[in-house]
């Protein structure tokens, strides 16, 4: 939380109330056992069991000790306990909530399972019951309240971990080498504060009430020690002889739990908006068809399937034999509408597919090594140096509490293990080669003190704090305005040419794969359908190449007349049509497109899987779709 949302919190009447308690409280507690300790121990037989005086304002216990010094001095036990209970409710539960991100999916599910089940027992019987395990006294019921608020604690961690460990910044950290539990204690739980510091507060305040319930029920703190709960329970023998002996306790029990009850109410109202965060599709790169392969490809994928569990039992398979090469220095450029694959074909290839994927290849190299099967260290050393990703939000790309220079620099940090002050020197070095204005202060920024161009630029920045062989952008303009668009795209060409990186641009949009790239690949429904030199578009040979070059617009489409779009919608990958799975979406089609076809050559360096591979030339404006590259 910052500053400014704590003073926001304290703003709020309520919030400002049980903040002024709190600290009301908390001086009591420092000055009260010095002040009226002793006081508080005197015993007075002339005065036993007393209701009101004038020397005694709440009477007096049944060994003649002033009650309201006992309920004064009480305050820092009772407190202290409180908070030393709520202590080992957030520290337990942290660790049972990080960690199914820390062990194996098998240990994960295990331990989710395990606090799951926690959570269904009503925390007070899980109290009671290790008040009992424990033992009788302070020690045994501050564990048992610690223990009995955890599972619930620990049920908000995880799901608030799996919440953001769906954001790119996470992935983009993976892909960075970060080890686990850096990520972690860097990434994860920055993030999710907020929410976590809220609920403590909450808690605290339950755990002060299930204290004072314990006490009074003899299961707390033990004679001659005395907390309020302890001291409602003495009050309540005689409370017809003096009500006050219970209802001081009892009032103070109730403030100090509302206290921090309101408290946290005001910090989540302040903060509450951004304690849920959406979770965004992480995106990355390459794609299908097989191309002449080399001994100078960057990366090779040889029939690549990505699977998921299908609801009703067995299999579905989004990525279903993609083929894919891209040489040294080559830009290949990945299209296909929403849902074709690309990105799942991206992640599978920098081992960032889902846990629920199951990916499998005939082969798959990326720079010369094979990630399949290599074990996680191996794979961070080798994504970390050789390839860098450019995600499609910038918003979501960066970690929203690490200063941009700082998270570049992370990258050298972790794989040249240098210090901090070279590792930012480089970060500021290489935020200027993309052109980010006055780069030693932006490095000193936050990632929402950026405009979403620079932020994009700064995230190509990132890739290139190593000598990345493979730069993969998945949709890297999607979010960003036409000029920025173009920007970024000739950022990514002179990083390219600078550089001898490889690029695979992921994009739905034709035209942007046709002005920055060599080559297409043309995906639909987990396939490869074509691939082709982008000069060779006007020749483009699969019917939905050829529809999707037709729905963009150029300087002479009649603005009048609706734009061209592809009839018909992309299956779903549960339920393709055998054959060829544009068929139902294709005016050519016949009985023949019943079986699938397979990749053929067209043309010089042009492929396309179709029975019908079309001859005649597009009559479309070609500049519009390649900048004038072809
Ligand atoms: N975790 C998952 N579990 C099950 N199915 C998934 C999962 N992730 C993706 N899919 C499915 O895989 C298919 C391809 O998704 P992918 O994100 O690769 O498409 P895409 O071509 O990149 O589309 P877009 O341009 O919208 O990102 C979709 O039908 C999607 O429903």
Aim: with cysteine.
């Amino acid at each position: 939380m910052g500053r400014d949302q704590w003073k926001a919190a304290l703003r709020n009447p309520v919030g400002a109330v049980a903040a002024g308690l709190l600290v009301l409280l908390a001086i009591l507690a420092i000055v009260a056992p010095i002040i009226w300790g002793d006081a508080a121990e005197e015993t007075d037989p002339a005065a036993l069991s007393q209701g009101s005086t004038s020397d005694h304002p709440l009477g007096t216990d049944a060994l003649g000790r002033d009650i309201l010094f006992r309920v004064l001095v009480a305050t820092r036990y009772s407190l202290g306990l409180a908070l030393l209970a709520t202590a080992i409710c957030v520290g337990a539960g942290l660790i049972l909530g990080v960690l199914p991100a820390v062990l194996g999916r098998r240990a994960g599910r295990l331990v989710t399972a395990t606090v799951n089940l926690a959570v269904a027992f009503p925390g007070l019987l899980l109290a009671l019951f290790f008040a009992v395990v424990f033992g009788v006294g302070a020690r045994g019921a501050v564990l048992a309240i610690g223990l009995a608020g955890a599972p619930s604690f620990a049920r908000l961690v995880q799901t608030n971990v799996a919440a953001v460990s769906g954001r790119d910044f996470v992935a983009a950290a993976r892909v960075a080498g970060v080890a686990r539990f850096r990520l972690i204690a860097r990434h994860l739980l920055p993030n999710i504060g907020e929410p976590l510091v809220v609920n403590a507060t909450v808690l605290a305040g339950g755990a002060l009430l299930a204290f004072a319930g314990l006490s009074f029920l003899g299961l707390g703190v033990q004679p001659p020690a005395y907390d309020w709960g302890r001291l409602l329970g003495e009050g309540l023998d005689r409370i017809y002889i003096n009500p006050a002996a219970a209802l001081a306790p009892g009032v103070a029990v109730v403030i100090a739990g509302l206290a921090f009850t309101l408290l946290g109410e005001s910090i989540a109202q302040v903060v509450g908006v951004r304690a849920v965060r959406r979770r965004q599709p992480p995106a990355m790169p390459p794609a299908a068809a097989a191309a002449p392969a080399g001994t100078d490809a960057v990366l090779a994928a040889e029939d690549l399937r990505v699977a998921f569990p299908a609801p009703g039992g067995g299999w579905t398979h989004p990525v279903d034999g993609v083929s894919l090469t891209v040489r040294r220095g080559e830009t290949v450029g990945v299209v296909g509408e929403s849902g074709s694959g690309k990105s799942l074909t991206a992640l599978a290839v920098a081992q960032l597919a889902p846990d629920t994927a199951h990916v499998t290849a005939d082969r798959l190299e990326v720079a010369g090594v094979a990630p399949l099967g290599r074990t996680g260290a191996e794979v961070r050393e080798l994504l970390g140096t050789k390839v860098a990703m450019v995600f499609q939000d910038p918003m979501t790309s960066f970690n929203p509490s690490m200063r941009i220079g700082a998270q570049l620099a992370e990258v050298t940090r972790v794989h040249e293990r240098q210090g901090r002050k070279p590792a930012l020197a480089r970060a500021v070095d290489r935020l200027r080669t993309v052109r980010v204005p006055a780069p030693e202060r932006r490095a000193h920024q936050y990632p929402h003190e950026f405009s979403g161009g620079m932020r994009q630029r700064a995230m190509v920045a990132m890739g290139l704090m190593s000598t990345p062989e493979l730069i993969i952008a998945d949709e890297p303009t999607t979010a960003l305005d036409v000029t920025v668009q173009r920007q970024v795209l000739r950022l990514l060409k002179d990083v390219q040419a600078e550089t001898g990186a490889a690029v695979v641009l992921i994009s739905h949009d034709i035209a942007v794969v046709g002005q920055l790239c060599e080559r297409v690949v043309v995906m639909y429904a987990g396939h490869v359908v074509e691939e082709l030199p982008v000069g060779a578009l006007g020749a483009a040979a699969h019917p939905y190449t050829r529809a999707l070059l037709a729905s963009v617009p150029d300087l002479a489409t009649d603005r009048e007349r609706p734009l061209a779009t592809i009839p018909g919608r992309p299956p779903d990958p549960a339920d393709r049509p055998e054959g060829c799975a544009f068929a139902p979406r294709c005016e050519f089609a016949d009985d023949v497109c019943r079986t699938r076809p397979s990749l053929a050559a067209v043309g010089p360096d042009q492929r396309a899987a179709c029975w019908h591979p079309r001859t005649q030339p597009l009559d479309l404006a070609l500049d519009a779709v390649t900048g004038g590259q072809a």
